[in-house]
Each structure stands twice: as C-alpha cells, then as structure tokens.
C-alpha cells in the first residue's frame, strides 16, 4: 500500500546527525528512544522526499526461507522511484505509519507492527514476523533515508 499523503515518521537531519551517520544503523531500545523522542510525523509528499533536511525512519526486513537463504530482488528499471530503480534489495522496508501506533502499549510495539507489515504489503509474506533478540533486547535496522 502506497504511504504518499501519509504521515509517516521523520527526524531532522540536524538532529540526527549525533547520533549516527545516514545509512543503515542497529537499533537498541535506548537509541530508539533517543531517536523517536526527537521525531514526528508528516504527510509524506514529494517535495518532503526530495528535503534533506528530513530523514525517514524505515524498518529494513530480512527474510530468509527455512533453509537459511536470503531474500534477494532486483527492482523493476522503472520503478516509480527512481533512485531504487533497477537495484538490487535484500530485505524489505517501507515507511513508518503514524496509524502503525494506534492502540500500541509502546513506541517499540508501533515500530513492531509496521516492520511486521510491510513484507505482507510488499512481498505477500505469510510467514511468522520475528524482531531480532540481542541479549533480550529487540533489534532493528532502520534505513535512513
């Protein structure tokens, strides 16, 4: 499902910029915390795509089959966003919903479900969704964007 006119979770890049460089992060709940206290959500349109100065907080899925291969797939070469277009993914992400957070105990339990949604959304995944444990702490990979 598209999230254009959405609201959807952003950072000001100015703010994240202490915390870690653009890219590919892991997640404990202590920088989740730090990172969604200083976010908020906004109608995600174009001219918020093309501004620097918001990041886009982007729950990043791996699937793996039950023989432990990755999920890999090349993008059409004209997929409606063009800078993904014709590249090679390994995973599965999408935007952060505000509506992923309604009725959630928690900030950690709305990131949960939105991660949880988008390989159903994108890739028709049926399977069990299961946050990666490190040392009883979830972890996640955000895709900042």
């Not at 254009?4 to 653009?22: M, P, Y």
């Not at 908020?40 to 907080?57: P, Y």
């Not at 797939?73 to 919903?97: M, Q």
Request: charged share 30%; glycine share 8%.
């Amino acid at each position: 499902m598209s999230s254009w006119n959405r609201n959807i979770l952003v950072i000001s890049a100015k703010d994240f910029e202490h915390i870690s460089v653009k890219g590919f992060f892991s997640a404990n709940e202590k920088l989740l915390a730090e990172v969604l206290a200083m976010s908020k959500f906004r109608t995600r349109t174009k001219e918020l795509e093309g501004d620097e100065r918001w990041l886009q907080l982007i729950p990043y899925d791996l699937v793996f089959d039950l023989y432990g291969k990755l999920f890999l797939y090349r993008r059409k070469n004209d997929h409606k966003e063009k800078r993904l277009a014709n590249l090679w993914s390994f995973g599965v992400g999408g935007h952060v919903e505000e509506n992923d957070f309604e009725g959630a105990g928690s900030y950690m339990q709305g990131l949960v479900r939105s991660a949880g949604r988008e390989p159903r959304e994108e890739i028709r995944f049926t399977g069990i969704h299961i946050p990666i444990l490190i040392l009883q702490k979830v972890c996640f990979f955000l895709l900042i964007i």
